[in-house]
DNA sequence: CGTAGTCTTGAACCGCGTCAAGCTTGGTGG
DNA sequence: CCACCAAGCTTGACGCGGTTCAAGACTACG
């Protein structure tokens, strides 16, 4: 899983919040010059290559962050060796648990990622006095809540062709598409294997399905990661979601 | 799924916050004399009985509550009725998600119930107001997920067997015993319909591996809902769960 | 052209779901 | 006190979806 080269990133410096691409969606995202002056005054930013790790359970962390751009996967592994992703972070997501000494799990860099970094006591501290950054934290925690409730549906009711086609759906959510009935491209941002880690699969059975929606017609297959659906309403009619239920 | 009487709630008056039960371990926790005052003015009791809905995903919200005696569910629900519970709330828990209109999932009574509410919109200009409350609001709802990414793993990649022992484990530790080597007792707060709907299982598959379990000596039942854990390493061992793996 | 990494495909197996009875328990009423 | 009933739980037989194991195909990169 971790490539020849160890965990080892580059630093970068600099770079002015006022220019950031994420700097209205992530935790900055309601704090004002002068708060936004402190953030800068901490952080660091940080690149990995795809496949390297980021955090290690248990580790100490001495950071937390944002993410600028690529993707993070967080994983935990049962003692003989299977794996469930439990949380997939894309641009402005946040990484790591302010309060908290240890990492709860593993950090993967899924792709190419920058990250975004401050120090984690003095980020603590500016915690306290900085309402605007702790309140956007709590909402952003209570997204990722329910994010994570809805892949607990997934995981322990629906069918492997309905995760496929959830996955699929949930990416081309946050790439942006999917609102208009249009046709419509996305990339998968995973291997195989990181998908049937996500989707409590195995890479035949992801291989499998996909390729079972794609005979079906709901997706066309562009290379490997390219995906384009045609139709994004038969997609969402494949993902088995829920509908509000008539009261009683 | 419902008893024959309908969503009725009793609700009961008062009861002083300083002889609360769970005044140090939920949301007010943290707040001083003069904050309590105020979120005393603001609170209400209700009780619902156990099958009782407390609220329907998508519902207009407008209490939040902290959970008092007694369990509650949260479920989500596939549009043919495959249903899976993606919380369970005990004693001190939080409900509701203040900064949002509409509850995102149903809240079930899985026993009966106490809840100490707070009207929404009083209490979400509390949060602005009073740092001690948001910030172990924040504290609850990393916690929370934190477990839900735990249960992620169970769903996505245990055994039945293993989430059996897993749950029971669970229960433990929130009854409070689980630390000594000692035998323990404790009692399952749910029907094995409920924990087929926690575990992502069927009811049939619930009631064979208990069975197995208790065959295997791994638990004595008593009752339906009472069980002893002679050796609770033994229950750990069949959890599956994680060790710190070594580094690369 | 060769090699390594990634993905696909096929065949056999098995864990869990499904369906269909039984059993236990507690409550109700004769 | 027992007959009856409904709800919840257990048990068995069977089938299917997804895993496992084992090749093979594709792609990228020397």
């Known amino acids: 899983m ?3 080269m160890e965990t080892r990133a580059s630093s970068t410096s600099t770079g002015k919040c006022e220019d950031c691409p994420i ?4 935790v900055c995202a309601h704090c004002e010059a002068e708060e936004l002056a402190q953030l800068e005054a901490i952080k660091f930013y940080r690149s990995f290559e795809a496949g390297q790790h980021i955090l290690w359970e248990g580790d100490r962390m001495d950071f937390v962050a944002s993410v600028v751009s690529g993707v993070v996967a967080l994983t ?4 003989d060796g299977r794996t469930q992703m439990t949380g997939l972070l894309l641009a402005s997501d946040f990484l790591g648990r302010p309060g908290r000494e240890n990492a709860p799990c593993h950090a993967t860099a899924a792709t190419d990622v920058t990250l975004c970094c401050f120090r984690r006591q003095p980020f603590d ?24 409730r809805e892949w607990m549906l997934l995981l322990g009711r629906k069918t492997a062709r309905e995760r496929i086609a959830s996955f699929i759906a949930m990416i081309a959510r946050r790439q942006g598409g999917l609102r208009g009935a249009g046709p419509l491209h996305l990339d998968l941002p995973l291997t195989r294997e990181a998908m049937g880690d996500y989707l409590g699969l195995t ?8 390729g079972a929606l794609r005979r079906d017609g709901v997706i066309v297959l562009d290379g490997l990661r390219g995906v384009t659906v045609p139709d994004p309403a038969r997609l969402l009619a494949e993902c088995g979601d829920e509908r509000r239920p008539a009261r009683q």
């Open 125 to 148: 501290r500016l915690m306290q006095s900085t309402p605007h950054l702790s309140h956007r934290l709590l909402e952003m925690t209570l997204d990722e809540l329910d994010a994570a």
């Open 203 to 210: 890479i035949e059975t992801v291989s499998r399905q996909v």
């Open 76 to 79: 935990r592994t049962l003692e």
């Open 23 to 26: 700097r209205h969606r992530a």
């Open 2 to 4: 971790i490539g020849p």
